[in-house]
C-alpha cells in the first residue's frame, strides 16, 4: 500500500528546502529590481494576493502566465520572479500571478482566480496565453489549458490557453485527501475528484507537457505521466519528461536560464501559441 503521507511530504524529501526558499527570494528580488518597465502588483482580482506582475519583453512579443505552487496553500509570487527570466531573454512578456491560499479559500476559488487572472490578460493584450506552473501550479496549468474559454467570456477564444507546461504537478487530487495537507485543502471524494483535470475532457490539440524532477518520488513521477498518457488518449499534444538530477524544487530553477533546455522548450511553446494570433 502507496504511503501517500510519505510521497507528498516534498519538505520532508527535501531537508535543505528552507535554504532553496530563501535563495528563491533573494534572486525574485534582484530581478524585480533589474527589470526595466516591468509592471508589478497589478490587480486582477478584489483581494490583496490576486496581482500580477508583468516583466515585458518587446511590443508583439508572445504573452506567458507563470503560477508559483506551495500546495495551494503557502509561497508567494515574488519568489519567483526570476521565472521569468530565461523566457524575457528570448522575447517572451511573462506575467507572474499570485492568488489567495487555502484554508481561506478552496482549490476550486482559486481555479477561478487564475481563469480571472488569465481573462484580465486577454482583455489588456488581446492575445492567446501559453501557461506555466510549479507544483501546484502544475495543477493549476493543467487546469486552464483544459478550460472551455467561451463559457466565461463570449468575446474571449475558445482556446485562449492552447497549450501548458506543467511542472511537478498533481492532476488527481485523491492521494491529498488522504494526508494531513488536507486539514487546509479540505477536499472530499467528489470534490477531489472535480478537481483532478486528469479526468476532465480536454479539447482535441491543446498541448501539455508533464514534467518532473527525477530525484521526485513514485507518486509525482506518476501523476506527471499518468496525465500525460490520459490526455493524449483524448487527442491532446502530450509529452512527459524526467529532469534529471533535479527534486521538487530545484526542478523549476532552470527557468531562470536563458541557455538551459526548460527555457527553450517553454520558448518554444510560448512563440508557437504566440503565432496563434
Not at 195 to 217: K, T
Not at 225 to 251: C, P, S
Request: hydrophobic share 40%.
Amino acid at each position: 500500500m502507496t504511503d501517500y503521507e510519505t510521497e507528498y511530504n516534498n519538505r520532508a524529501r527535501v531537508p535543505e528546502h528552507p535554504e532553496i526558499f530563501a535563495r528563491w527570494e533573494r534572486e525574485g528580488a534582484a530581478y524585480r529590481s533589474a527589470a526595466r518597465g516591468a509592471e508589478l502588483g497589478l490587480r486582477y482580482g478584489p483581494s490583496a494576493r490576486q496581482t500580477l506582475d508583468i516583466f515585458r519583453a518587446d511590443e508583439g512579443a508572445p504573452l506567458a502566465l507563470f503560477i508559483h505552487g506551495g500546495w495551494w496553500r503557502s509561497l508567494d509570487p515574488s519568489m519567483f520572479s526570476q521565472s521569468a527570466g530565461g523566457p524575457n531573454a528570448h522575447g517572451v512578456t511573462v506575467a507572474v500571478a499570485g492568488y489567495d491560499l487555502c484554508p481561506q479559500v478552496s482549490i476550486a476559488q482559486i481555479v477561478e482566480q487564475m481563469r480571472a487572472a488569465c481573462l484580465y490578460l486577454w482583455r489588456k493584450y488581446r492575445k492567446r496565453i501559453f501557461v506555466y506552473g510549479h507544483s501546484a501550479g502544475g495543477h493549476l496549468t493543467a487546469c486552464l489549458v483544459a478550460t472551455d474559454w467561451k463559457t466565461l467570456d463570449p468575446q474571449a477564444p475558445t482556446d485562449l490557453v492552447p497549450a501548458g507546461y506543467a511542472i511537478s504537478g498533481v492532476f488527481d487530487l485523491a492521494p491529498l485527501s488522504q494526508i494531513s495537507v488536507n486539514a487546509d485543502l479540505k477536499l472530499d471524494a467528489q470534490s477531489a475528484h472535480d478537481l483532478s483535470p486528469l479526468y476532465w475532457q480536454v479539447p482535441a490539440g491543446r498541448v501539455l507537457d508533464a514534467v518532473v524532477g527525477g530525484l521526485e518520488s513514485s507518486e509525482f513521477l506518476r501523476q506527471s505521466r499518468t496525465v500525460a498518457d490520459a490526455w493524449k488518449q483524448g487527442m491532446a499534444l502530450t509529452r512527459y519528461e524526467e529532469i534529471a538530477g533535479t527534486n521538487h524544487f530545484t526542478v523549476v530553477d532552470p527557468l531562470s536560464r536563458a541557455d538551459s533546455k526548460m527555457t527553450k522548450r517553454v520558448v518554444e511553446l510560448a512563440k508557437q501559441v504566440g503565432a496563434m494570433g
